[in-house]
């Protein structure tokens, strides 16, 4: 019988479970490759937006590697300050990581809604949700079941995802404190190998970009806020991951939804790590036009957006953009949509707003932290956006954008920070705004 080492915690540590029951389980959950669909032919008629796509294997540690970092860093530039994304190839996950995931993601979310039921991350629906007791359907670690979601009229949703938290942090094995389905309990190891990679690998090397961009002292994003910190839950970077799984709504229900299976919204994150995929399905508000565009598929890549957080800690210079998912052209119709997300977020004290960066770029650029903004923590925002999301109250709309809501003196989501005239006071104008 062989054991898994566990990556990314000090000191030997094995975990507990032999490959000869990991097969076993597998065989009795049908873990098997994820069919993927095949690419749309109309991926050359629709409006595709091109992400800018970075190489991190030309990311070098070390002085003598400051300028080739330099080069990495005018796209990041200009990417997350307009569009908000961008593509990283050669980051050092295999596609065969990505393929095992997958299978085992794909099991997870299949797995029956009585067992779904035993491990669920909140309630069964998002409106009976009681948040002042739970993270909820949304965050909380567990199954988010089909129909929890409250759409617009009356749809819901068709999406089975199941969260991961503190995966990070030793916790993460602790099973008395977590309650994991047997299978996803088998793939502990893998699952924790991943995320780790992706937070301590893959995001220090994008926050050490982003330092040049705003002319910080190499790791000074990293080492303030997202550096993580063994068993030390304050002071730590965080994020939590995501199997998600999105079946096909009925043509009817399609309609009463204008085929949005996730309505347009931005991510409360630092960060959001996505695994680039075939079916033609997300769609970015184009930062320039304001229109829907498509974004194309980077075999093997991952797709990182900037979230609140990030928007926030750079005064906005940093896009949080709105993002949706749409249903697949004709030709991908019957394949599912199978994403591996990583949202990443920063240290819950962190304070979200540009003056402890001190940057001299965003000074140089007059960018400061506006007037009407409260001064919050990450903690705060995310807490206050997580009770939003799905709720019939924000979404149940007449158009493409939800009813806005202030919070903490800013919109929980900026559907117009492109256009330049657009404030708060013009919102209140154009907008029925919810306060809280
Ligand atoms: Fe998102």
């Keep these: 019988m062989t054991k898994t080492d566990i990556v990314g915690l000090k000191g030997s540590r094995s975990f507990p479970i032999g ?7 597998d065989l009795k959950y ?4 994820f069919k993927e669909a095949p690419l749309s032919k109309s991926a050359q008629d629709v409006d595709l937006i091109d992400l800018d796509t970075i190489d991190l294997s030309l990311f070098k540690d070390g002085p003598e590697n400051l300028s080739a970092r330099k080069e990495l860093a005018a796209k990041v530039e200009k990417s997350l300050s307009t569009y908000g994304f961008i593509a990283l ?5 295999s596609i065969e990581e990505f393929d095992h995931l997958r299978s085992i993601a794909q099991s997870t979310c299949e797995l029956p809604e009585e067992i779904q039921k035993k491990h669920l991350a909140g309630a069964m629906k998002s409106d009976l949700e009681d948040r002042s007791k739970s993270l909820g359907g949304e965050r909380g670690a567990g199954f988010k079941p089909r129909k929890y979601w409250s759409m617009k009229n009356g749809v819901e949703d068709s999406i089975v995802l199941y969260n991961f938290r503190e995966m990070q942090q030793p916790k993460f094995f602790d099973t008395d404190h977590n309650n994991y389905p047997e299978l996803v309990l088998h793939h ?5 190998t991943y995320f780790r990679k992706l937070h ?7 926050t050490i970009l982003c330092d040049i961009v705003l002319e ?8 303030n806020y997202f550096k993580v910190v063994e068993d030390d839950y304050v002071n730590s970077g965080h994020g939590f991951g995501r199997f998600m799984f999105y079946d096909e709504l009925n043509k009817e229900d399609e309609k009463k939804v204008d085929k949005n299976w996730l309505r347009g ?8 790590f996505i695994t680039s995929q075939p079916i033609l399905s997300l769609q970015i508000r184009d930062y320039f036009t304001g229109k829907w565009k498509y974004v194309g598929h980077k075999p093997g890549g991952l797709i990182v957006n900037i979230g609140d957080s990030m928007e926030f800690i750079t005064g906005g210079y940093f896009k949080s953009s709105i993002h949706r998912v749409v249903s697949p052209p004709e030709d991908q119709r019957g394949y599912r949509r199978l994403v591996l997300i990583y949202f990443c977020n920063p240290k819950y004290p962190a304070v979200l707003d540009p003056e402890p960066l001190n940057s001299p770029k965003l000074q140089r650029l007059g960018i400061g932290k506006p007037g009407e903004w409260d001064k919050i923590t990450f903690k705060e925002w995310d807490e206050e956006k997580g009770r939003l999301f799905g709720k019939k109250a924000v979404n149940d709309s007449p158009g493409d954008e939800p009813n806005l809501v202030l919070l903490y003196g800013r919109l ?9 005239k657009f404030n708060l006071e013009e919102a209140r104008k154009r907008f029925n705004i919810i306060e809280i």
């Design 19 to 25: 490959q000869e029951d990991v097969e076993k389980v």
């Design 30 to 33: 049908n873990v098997r490759h």
């Design 89 to 93: 190839e050669n980051h050092g996950i």
């Design 188 to 192: 502990l190891p893998e699952i924790a």
């Design 200 to 206: 301590n690998e893959v995001l220090r090397k994008l």
């Design 216 to 223: 910080l002292p190499k790791g000074f994003l990293w080492e």
């Design 265 to 272: 919204h931005s991510d409360s994150t630092g960060f959001t």
């Design 412 to 420: 929980h989501e900026r559907w117009h920070q492109a256009e330049s």
